[in-house]
């Protein structure tokens, strides 16, 4: 609570003194010589009244007694007229204020000056007590002086105005003396300073001038200590420099690299809002309009549909602190312009994450084209054994109703003549010439493979009764059974006997139902080829 007062004062001294360092320092000096030149001015006038007092009472008490055999006369005989005359004598002495003189208890006279006799509180006295002239042990009187105040204040402040004058000018010269000596030895050194660190400094500036006189004081140890850390400084700045040059011209190289590279770059904070991209980038996702800072990376229009799935993504490698990849089929309006990339989250730090984006759709087609041809016959472009049995199971897994599914066990007769009498030639395009001949046999969704050699396979998708399955059968058998007229001008005959073996049980496997259509087919062999038998069905 007492500091509260004096910081209050040092703030206020602080907005008002002056902004030089030369000026405050004189003013402080100044200020502070005159608050102890009046403390040193009140301390000596109180000392100088209560000597001047100790010296009246002194002088008023030896005045006293140069009227005491007079005194003892008046107070014996009781004689007011001479008692006047004492009075009126001590009374022409400016120190005495008031006098009076007293016989037996009574007063014999009494006078006192305007200021005396207005005064209300308690008065400085001089009591003298008289004796009788002929017993000095009898007391017949006593002789009162009152001191002069106004006298002992003139007489006081007499002295003190001599006093405060000798501390005036002494105060003055001291202070004159200290200011002078302060902005000689110190002020104007650091002023010089303060201006030669405001001048415009290159790295070839001279190094500051230590002042002379001060090589080996505190001034001099600060140049030194400046000159120290402006060449630290200048050190640091060229290092900066050189640095920051460096920099500039690392990221020109990076950023021509990444403005130049197919691979699509995006950094995102954790929340995966878009912090920067590249410009491949924005080509790879083809989107519509370039994204702006904040976007939702997951929730841009080519990747909305998988939101989820990159948010899961995200999330992992954040947590996981790893990279995750996945593929990501971008939505296209075609078949022929399907597009597919390859995204790689990646974690930069605790706070950032790198995606990486790379177009696979090359990759794609081609791992789609080699699957493909290992689902096909190369022969005839139909389905082999294995794209029939991954078919099958795609049409079980997705749930086929009983009774819309039927399988065509399709075996050719005298095939093996044909390969005899008119070579392998020939045979491959009568095995090509039945593959056409089936397909247009069949609706566009069946499905139509070759198994092996000479055993084709077809699948009849919601066909219904059981019939309808044989009447395909039977046209299927019919056009087989018409001559083939070859490229090379010969002619091939050959037949057809078909196995067809429905699905009426939710329980019929794809083996199930291919062994029965075989079991079937080779029933329709043994009754004299060139047949369609139906195998019998399981329990509905």
Request: hydrophobic share 45%.
């Amino acid at each position: 609570m007492i500091w509260a007062p004096i910081d209050s004062l040092r703030r206020l001294a602080a907005r008002t003194a002056p902004r030089s360092l030369v000026l405050r320092a004189t003013a402080l000096i100044f200020a502070l010589a005159l608050l102890l030149g009046l403390a040193f001015a009140l301390v000596s006038a109180r000392i100088v009244e209560r000597r001047e007092n100790t010296r009246l009472v002194n002088q008023l008490q030896q005045l006293v007694l140069t009227v005491e055999n007079t005194a003892e006369i008046a107070c014996y005989l009781h004689d007011q007229t001479l008692a006047r005359e004492i009075a009126t004598g001590l009374m022409k002495t400016d120190a005495v204020g008031g006098v009076r003189i007293s016989a037996g208890g009574v007063p014999l006279y009494q006078s006192y000056r305007g200021t005396v006799a207005a005064a209300r509180g308690p008065l400085t006295k001089i009591v003298q007590t008289i004796h009788s002239p002929f017993d000095a042990h009898s007391t017949v009187g006593t002789v009162t002086l009152y001191l002069s105040h106004a006298h002992l204040w003139a007489r006081a402040w007499s002295f003190t105005r001599f006093v405060l004058a000798i501390l005036a000018a002494e105060v003055l010269v001291i202070s004159a003396g200290t200011a002078l000596v302060v902005f000689v030895v110190v002020t104007d050194p650091i002023k010089r300073l303060s201006v030669e660190l405001h001048r415009p400094r290159t790295s070839d500036s001279p190094a500051l001038k230590v002042p002379s006189g001060n090589e080996a004081d505190e001034l001099g140890q600060l140049v030194t200590d400046v000159n120290t850390l402006l060449s630290n400084l200048d050190s640091l700045v060229s290092a900066e420099r050189t640095l920051r040059i460096q920099h500039e011209l690392s990221d020109r190289k990076l950023r021509l690299v990444l403005n130049q590279t197919e691979l699509g770059l995006v950094i995102m904070d954790t929340q995966g809002k878009l912090q920067s991209w590249n410009p491949a980038f924005v080509r790879l996702l083809a989107l519509e309009r370039e994204p702006h800072e904040g976007d939702l990376f997951s929730r841009l229009p080519p990747l909305a549909q998988r939101t989820l799935q990159i948010d899961n993504m995200l999330r992992c490698a954040l947590l996981g602190a790893q990279a995750y990849e996945a593929d990501l089929e971008l939505p296209q309006q075609s078949e022929a312009s399907r597009r597919w990339v390859e995204l790689s989250v990646n974690p930069l730090g605790p706070d950032q994450l790198l995606g990486v984006v790379h177009d696979i759709t090359e990759r794609k087609r081609s791992v789609a084209a080699a699957e493909a041809l290992a689902m096909r016959d190369a022969l005839t472009g139909l389905l082999n054994r294995r794209g029939l049995d991954e078919a099958l199971v795609r049409l079980f897994a997705g749930g086929a109703e009983p009774g819309t599914l039927a399988l065509l066990a399709i075996d050719l007769d005298w095939f093996k003549e044909v390969n005899d009498t008119l070579g392998h030639a020939a045979g491959d395009e009568v095995l090509r010439r039945v593959g056409r001949v089936i397909e247009s046999a069949v609706r566009a969704g069946d499905i139509v493979a070759r198994i092996g050699g000479d055993e084709f396979v077809t699948v009849l998708l919601g066909v219904g009764h059981v019939h309808r399955a044989g009447k395909i059968a039977d046209d299927i058998v019919a056009r087989l059974a018409a001559p083939l007229r070859l490229e090379s001008g010969s002619w091939a005959h050959i037949g057809a006997s078909i196995g067809v073996a429905q699905a009426y049980a939710s329980e019929d496997s794809p083996a199930a139902l291919l062994r029965r259509a075989d079991t079937a087919m080779y029933t329709a062999k043994q009754t004299g080829r060139g047949r369609v038998c139906v195998a019998p069905t399981t329990a509905v």
